[in-house]
């Protein structure tokens, strides 16, 4: 895979997740965040087993481990999400999640790999339109909501810069089918603490089920099989540059499709601003001109001497 088909791909997952939003907003209230992740990553990880059945006699131990430690980071991050999501605007909300691209760049730091200068000013860009696009006061006080959700950006970024290492350790496809099983394990034992009667407690109707396995097909079997392999090929800092164009993505979805949002969203000009900025700043970090300038000035520089 090359590294602009690595980039289509990881923009194919980020669509998948933004448009996600619209099954999740048909799923009945009294479904809990447990409830969800268990019976969407249940479905996803039979249709895994169906597709890749003969794959699977290859597991290993270390495969099995490595899967359990994403699928931990994974319900770790749900589990502090969730409460700091019921403390803060949704808006703020969105904003720090976003965050996880400046996370990133600083664990590679401590891994001794350094970002390059179209990161650094794409990172910035990005941020800026972040904060056009989610509607952010800087100057809001502090709550406890907000340091749950920086905990769990912070553990999203750990979670990618680990799946980078293991994607290049093991079979990025056993790892996406051990994950999706242990995150519906662990998912289930979190919704029995929450609710003992679990599946039983669930109002069951057709429309429900069809955007369950909706879900469960495209932003969980597809979309993390496909990040699996998309992180063997990809750095750490790509992917979360392409992903921090949700926010874009999902905008132009609510525009589109506003009776499945429940409001009519306007597309007003901070908002159309902050999306091209996203957009500005994604691009400028998936290139490299000015490290290219910064060669093409040492090259001359040395030729002079």
Known sequence: MTHAESNIVLFSITLCWASSYIFIKNLPDTLSTFAYLTITAGIASVILVIIFFRKL??????TLIKSAVMATLVCGMLLIERAGI??????????????TVVFVPIILLFLKKKPTKNNYLGIMLILTGLTLTSRVNIGEGMNPGILYMVIGC???????????????????LLLGVGQ????????????????????FSVQYSNEMLANIFLLAFFSKAYAYIMLMYSQKYANPISVTVIASTEPVVTMVLAVLIPNTFG?????TFIKIVGA???????????????????????????ISA
């Open 263 to 267: 409001q009519t969203e306007a597309l």
């Open 180 to 199: 999706m099983f242990f995150t519906a394990i662990f998912s289930f034992i979190l919704w029995f603490i929450e609710e003992p009667s679990t599946f």
């Open 154 to 172: 912070i553990l999203m970024a750990v979670y990618i810069v680990i799946t980078d290492i293991f994607t290049k350790q093991a079979d990025p």
């Open 276 to 302: 091209a900025v996203i957009v500005m700043g994604a691009i400028c970090a998936g290139t490299n001109f000015l490290d290219k300038k910064e060669a093409a000035s040492y090259a001359r520089d040395t």
């Open 86 to 99: 019921s403390k803060i605007p949704a808006s703020m909300a969105s904003f720090i999640t976003s965050l």
């Open 57 to 62: 006699r290859e597991f290993g131990r270390n």
